[in-house]
């Protein structure tokens, strides 16, 4: 429960830029108690040590005598940073080398490496934001959508912390009324109103629980909603994606440190990001009514939140798509229905198949293919965004209010029962862990570190 692990006196320094060579301006970032001090030794300008806090200067990094670069160089003093403390941000012209010589002085000067997520950590420590707004600048550095963004964005700006600190502050108020009668529990009193504690939790209840569904809609909007595109061999499944992908190429990000490991095919309708998953154990197991294939496809298709069923009219007669429907059903996962290469069916042809309501489409010659993204999006049910909803999306804040939410139902089984005041304030207490896990009130090394060196470098 301590964070000592960490050593915060140091002086830290990165490149927060990225390090490819494009862009003509590079950003080293320096933060600590002696980050000023040090920068100042290799920079010949303006003393920055006398500098107001958020001035910019204009001067040279010098190594000796000689001249590294002409660089402006940004003052945040402490508290006033993003770390909240003694920071400096050097500009440099972008080249590997200039960098990579402005670092070594540094570090020769005393600054040491930053690990990934460095800076961030610190803000964390240093009071500058709680972790789920830390873990939310992740998330807004990963986004690639309208909607990844806008959740991000909310988390770290504070909504979800805000929320839940006013129901740790009302649960603590309760937590010591109890504990108090505990000092008296000679005198059988009450200081704690047991039927204002059950409308408390009850209310926090609904708000946890609300925020334990909102983690459907969440993930979805931060990681994409996951798509398996199926059908038999030759449907045309490829060519379907290929026809989204060619479009409107989702803005995939793979800079290290974004929460995501692996980048999959994604295409972002209507700022919704979907994401296919890999299909290719499909492929080869194409048939699902074939024996053998149908349990890998199932766990395979499980994943799915939509899956795009393809059918072949020159491959399949009406009977015969009619007779793999129920398979599918099966999955119990929504499904649209497609006649593929309509392009090769006549208006007749076609009518056969209007039994199955299908979309009709041609994914090479790009015919319906809009069509079936607005069916996509109704079928996700995502509604319009609400930026005031706070949404929950990351996996470890829902565990927390589900643990949260059984603390809490035995604080209520406590009052409705001759349960005795420890008991009751161990169960509050064991809420209000839980509910600081989440804003990282409480929290671990590991799990600093867990959640950090996800970040990248220069964070
Ligand atoms: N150059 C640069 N750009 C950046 C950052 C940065 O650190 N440096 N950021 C981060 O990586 C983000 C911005 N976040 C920041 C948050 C707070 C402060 C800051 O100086 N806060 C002071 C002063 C506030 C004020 O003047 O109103 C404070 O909160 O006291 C700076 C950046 C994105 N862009
Ligand atoms: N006429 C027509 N041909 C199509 C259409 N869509 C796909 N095809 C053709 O159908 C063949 C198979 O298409 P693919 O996209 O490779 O099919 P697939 O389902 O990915 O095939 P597998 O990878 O073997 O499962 C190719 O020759 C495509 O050009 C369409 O809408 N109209």
Do not use: W
Request: charged share 25%; proline share 2%; net charge negative.
């Amino acid at each position: 429960m301590s964070n000592t692990g960490y050593i915060t006196e140091d002086t830290i320094v990165a490149l927060a830029t990225s390090s490819g060579t494009n862009g003509a301006i590079a950003v080293i970032r320096v933060s600590g108690q002696n980050a000023i001090k040090i920068t100042n030794e290799i920079f010949k300008g303006k003393n920055l040590l006398q500098q107001a806090s958020h001035t910019i200067h204009f001067g040279t990094i010098r190594d000796g005598e000689e001249i590294i670069d002409e660089v402006l160089v940004s003052l945040f003093v402490a508290p006033n940073s993003y770390t909240r403390e003694n920071s400096v941000e050097i500009s440099t012209h972008n080249s590997k080398y200039i960098i990579e010589r402005v670092v070594n002085l540094l570090i020769k000067k005393g600054a040491r490496a930053a690990r990934p997520g460095e800076f961030t950590l610190r803000a964390f420590l240093n009071g500058g934001m709680d972790l789920s707004q830390a873990e939310a600048v992740a998330d807004l550095i990963a986004s690639n959508s309208a909607a990844s963004h806008q959740v991000a964005m909310q988390q770290m700006r504070g909504g979800f912390s805000n929320q839940l600190k006013s129901l740790r502050e009302d649960l603590i108020h309760f937590a010591s009324l109890i504990e108090l009668e505990l000092d008296f529990s000679e005198e059988d009193v009450e200081f704690a109103n047991r039927d204002q504690l059950k409308n408390l939790i009850n209310k926090i209840q609904v708000i946890v629980q609300k925020l334990v569904q909102s983690f459907e809609q969440g993930n979805v909007l931060k990681n994409g909603v996951p798509v398996v595109i199926a059908g038999k061999p030759n449907v045309g499944k490829s060519t379907l994606l290929n026809a989204f992908l060619n479009e409107e190429r989702a803005i995939v990000s793979d800079i290290a440190g974004t929460t995501r490991d692996t980048i999959e095919d994604e295409i972002n309708i209507h700022g919704v990001t979907f994401r296919f998953i890999d299909t290719a154990g499909i492929r080869e197991t194409a048939d699902v009514i074939e024996a053998k294939g149908v349990e890998r496809t199932r766990e395979k298709m499980k994943q799915a939140r939509l899956i795009i069923y393809l059918f072949d009219p020159t491959q399949d007669k009406v009977e015969e798509v009619q007779a793999q429907l129920p398979e599918i059903e099966r999955l119990q996962i929504p499904f649209v229905t497609i006649i593929n290469k309509s392009d090769l069916l006549s208006e007749a042809q076609k009518e056969v198949y209007n039994v199955l309501n299908p979309l009709y489409i041609s994914a090479k010659e790009q015919i319906g293919v809009e069509e079936l993204k607005d069916e996509l999006i109704n079928r996700v049910h995502l509604g319009n965004l609400n930026t005031d909803d706070v949404m929950v999306t990351n996996i470890r804040h829902v565990e927390a209010l589900q643990k949260t939410a059984d603390s809490l139902e035995r604080v209520i089984y406590g009052i409705d029962n001759p349960v005795t005041s420890d008991f009751l304030a161990m169960d509050i207490r064991q809420a209000l862990y839980h509910l600081g896990e989440i804003t990282g009130s409480v929290s671990t090394d590991d799990l600093l570190d867990n959640i950090f060196s996800k970040f990248c470098i220069g964070k």
